[in-house]
Structure formats: C-alpha cells, structure tokens
C-alpha cells in the first residue's frame, strides 16, 4: 500500500512538473518585448571594454566573430552600434559578523547602443563566472533569431 501511494505520488509529481515546464517555455516565447529595428537591421559593431577583463573582452569578442552576425569595425564611426562589455557590482556577499569577509557581488553586463545616440537597444547581466561573454552571446544570439523568426 505504501509503495503504491509513494509511485503514484511520484507520477503526480512528475507529471506536474512536466506539465509546468510546458506551460513555462511556451509563454516565454510568446511575451517576449520586440527587439528594436535599430539592432535588428545593425550589421557592423564597434566594441568597447568598460569592465576591464581583457580576457573575457578577448573572448566575448571572439564568440561575436564565430557568430557572424555583426561585422566588428575597428572605429565608432563605421558601425551602426555600439557593443559595451561591462562589470558592476549590485551589493554585497559575506558577513563581517561572522567571518570578518565581505566581497562586492560582481555582474557582468552587455550592453548594445545605437551609435549615433547612444540610445540604449538591449542590456543583459550574468553572474562573472562560467564564461559569462558565451551565455550573453548565445542569449542575444537567440532572441534576435527569434525576432527574426517573427518577422517572416
């Protein structure tokens, strides 16, 4: 009896959850907010490095070329936006009470502006670790694919 209750628990359990995970992905999709035509139609960037890793710039650089989608221009003034790699810190991890330790909670921005106003187009922020350039790259990746997908 009590290997009954526990299967058909597990099978209500699991069917909720893929119930759930249904429900999740396709109302994702369908209340995305529309990617300005700015980004949509831009095809050659200019990037600059605030958050000074030139490591991670080195490499979300190298992830934009594998994509191919943007041309990378090596002046401002010969692109249509501007691709801005950043760092802020949005509070604190740790506790002075009890270990004496408290360290800044680090976030890795990307950031995409229209070039001749600098008008924001699209802001992203991961945690630093784990390759943060590749998650922002293949998330931008996905949605302006989608925007495109939309647009036939």
Known sequence: MANTIGTTRSNLIATFTAALLVVTST??????APIPRALLTAKRAYLLNEAGDLKRFDS????LRKWGRFELVDQKDNADVLIVFGK????QAGSARNSGYVAPVERVTLEIRDRTD???LWRE?????FSP??????????RLA???QLKK
């Open 146 to 148: 989608s925007a495109e």
């Open 133 to 142: 350039e590749q998650r922002l790259t293949k998330h931008l990746r996905e």
């Open 60 to 63: 979300l650089a190298d992830e």
């Open 125 to 129: 922020e991961t945690g630093p670790l």
């Open 118 to 120: 600098e008008s924001l």
């Open 88 to 91: 802020i810190v949005k509070g």
């Open 27 to 32: 109302s994702s999709v369908a209340f995305q």
